[in-house]
């Protein structure tokens, strides 16, 4: 299928056909160790995003999300779970005004609180509207192996693997009752989960394939779950 997708910040009005579908990328500001940039997951999901070879519109990345497991950690940005469920409410209303489906692609694990209820709030409204993740199936939770590879690949220059520090490897369900009470910190100094030893841009090129396989998946053949979710068809 020949790509087809279009960032919205590159076209005049006239260049919108009717009724499009809108990809909107969702990223965050946050830590990502001592190596990695704080837009890690903006750049992830607008990776995606450009990727998924369909008729679409890109909307410009919505970088600032709900982040505040990170906030121990200086630089960081959230604006938290509320704020958030009012720019996606405002966005999808607006957007719906001359959109026909629109699916958020999401690239940081914080958001999936608030989009899980406000997905629902909106299909409930009646927009044609969902939300998937960036994810591989063995990824690691945070600034690991992962999104590590994936930034050697598309954005290598910012990358200091020579600062590369790991943190626990420990499964993420195992933490989340410690990092939800108190933070990131209180379970890695580095604020590193997962290890980015041995990360290289060839497998972050396989990684991101994967991740944008994976997306067309859910667009194309996925079900909605009840958090509004698109899951791949069994």
């Not at 990502?32 to 607008?46: E, K, R, S, Y």
């Not at 690991?144 to 994936?150: P, Y």
């Not at 989960?193 to 990360?199: C, E, F, I, S, Y």
């Amino acid at each position: 299928m020949k790509d087809s997708t279009r960032r919205l910040d590159t076209l005049a009005w006239p260049d919108i056909p009717a009724a499009p579908t809108v990809i909107i990328p969702l990223g965050s500001t946050e830590q990502h160790g001592h190596h990695l940039p704080f837009d890690t997951d903006t750049v992830i999901a607008t990776a995606v995003s450009d990727r998924l070879s369909m008729q679409a519109i890109v909307l410009p990345a919505v970088a600032y999300s709900s982040s505040g497991e990170h906030q121990g950690f200086p630089g960081t940005v959230s604006i938290g779970q509320a704020a958030l469920r009012g720019i996606l409410i405002e966005m999808v209303r607006s957007l719906a005004c001359w959109a026909g489906r629109i699916v958020v692609v999401n690239g940081h694990g914080g958001n999936v609180s608030c989009l899980s209820l406000v997905i629902p709030e909106l299909i409930a409204e009646g927009h044609d509207v969902s939300w998937l993740p960036c994810v591989t199936p063995s990824g690691d939770a945070h600034a690991g192996f992962t999104e590590t590879s994936i930034m050697l690949h598309l954005a290598p220059d910012r990358v200091h693997l020579d600062r590369a520090a790991s943190g626990p490897t420990t499964e993420l369900r195992l933490l989340l009752p410690r990092l939800t009470r108190f933070g990131v910190r209180a379970v890695s100094l580095s604020g590193v989960l997962g290890d980015p030893q041995g990360a290289n841009a060839d497998a972050g090129r396989r990684l991101l394939c994967e991740m944008v396989d994976a997306a067309v998946r859910r667009i194309e053949m996925g079900q909605l779950d009840h958090r509004g979710c698109l899951t791949e068809a069994a």
